[in-house]
């Protein structure tokens, strides 16, 4: 059984820092592409966030500069650091893992995040 599961959100005040993980089980972590997304409410979910097997990394206009995305393959892990958090980046952040040429794509349940005086 495939499970990705978030960790990290909380409530943290404008010019903050909160460090988000995304821990695999039941895939072979390595070969998978994986993405941050967040959705605000109202809003439809977007892609903060991407890291490629390979190592290649891009990034949401709004979060460059701010946010930082890595994994460890040993941990079957992917991480989101970010920094300088704004009220706007307030929303549910979900971790997918997705392999375009298996056919296969996951996600995690999602972790609040909340930034606020």
């Known amino acids: 059984q495939v499970q990705l599961v978030e960790s990290g959100g909380g409530l943290v005040q404008p010019g903050g820092s909160l460090t988000l993980s995304c821990t695999a089980s039941g895939i072979i972590f390595s070969i998978y592409h994986m993405t941050w997304y967040r959705q605000a409410p109202g809003n439809q979910r977007v892609m903060v966030a991407t890291?490629?097997?390979?190592?290649?990394?891009n990034y949401a206009e709004s979060v460059k500069g701010r946010f930082t995305i890595s994994r460890d393959n040993a941990k079957k892990t992917v991480y989101l650091q970010m920094n300088s958090l704004k009220p706007e980046d307030t929303a549910v952040y979900y971790c997918?893992?997705?392999?375009?040429?298996?056919?296969?794509?996951?996600w995690g349940q999602g972790t609040q995040v909340t930034v606020s005086a």
């Open positions: 997918n893992a997705d392999h375009a040429h298996l056919g296969f794509t996951y």
């Open positions: 890291m490629a097997s390979g190592g290649s990394t």
